[in-house]
């Protein structure tokens, strides 16, 4: 079976593509199961960039095929100074912690929200770097959510941003929804698996 690396310490992201490649036949291995600790700072103005940045950086120190990611946030009706893009996390300066990031976004949604909500957009970048040292990137975006200013009372520990994010379709919290809902909702990133098969 084939291994891929994913430069990523988030437990979520590794298996957010985990099942999809299992199924055709590759193994995704952390950071963390080769005891691997990135050193790069994400200085890419995209999300592709600081991808790449990642990607590069695991291949070069584990020499096993490679996976970056990042991604970006986009808010609607939030001023340009106060949108979130590359920075997620990241206020001021400031790295928040998941109490701390909710606290943010929901003033966020109560400052420039309507009826309690702001439409969203996720742009994601994906870099993979095969065992030939060959780079490839792909990007996709996820939209039809929304934030609002009151949690849910489950919590993501690697997407504290869940726990105020709902489907536009079903008005349903991310924590809340099913395996089933998502199949209805089409929610699958089949296409971000065949990228990555296609071309580690």
Not at 124 to 142: C, M, P, Q, R, S
Not at 169 to 186: G, P, Q
Request: proline share 2%; charged share 35%; aromatic share 8%.
């Amino acid at each position: 079976m084939k291994k891929i690396l994913f430069a990523t310490g988030n437990r979520s992201k590794k298996k957010r593509f985990e099942k999809g490649l299992m199924e055709n036949g590759i193994e995704v291995i952390s950071l963390k199961d080769i005891d691997l600790k990135l050193e790069s700072k994400e200085k890419g103005k995209t999300a592709i960039e600081n991808a790449l940045i990642k990607a590069r950086e695991g291949f070069k120190k584990s020499h096993i095929p490679t996976i970056g990611m990042d991604d970006t946030l986009y808010l609607e009706n939030v001023p340009e100074e106060e949108q979130p893009g590359l920075f997620v996390r990241r206020v001021n300066g400031k790295t928040l912690n998941d109490d701390e990031m909710l606290e943010h976004y929901t003033n966020l949604v109560k400052k420039y929200g309507v009826n309690g909500k702001i439409n969203c957009k996720w742009v994601y970048g994906l870099a993979v770097i095969n065992e030939k040292g060959e780079e490839n990137t792909y990007t996709w975006d996820k939209a039809g959510f929304y934030i609002v200013d009151k949690l849910s009372d489950k919590r993501d520990p690697d997407y504290p941003l869940n726990s105020i994010s709902k489907y536009e379709k079903i008005d349903k919290y991310f924590t809340d929804v099913t395996e089933e809902e998502k199949e209805k909702l089409k929610v699958t990133e089949d296409d971000v698996v065949d990228f990555i098969v296609g071309h580690v």
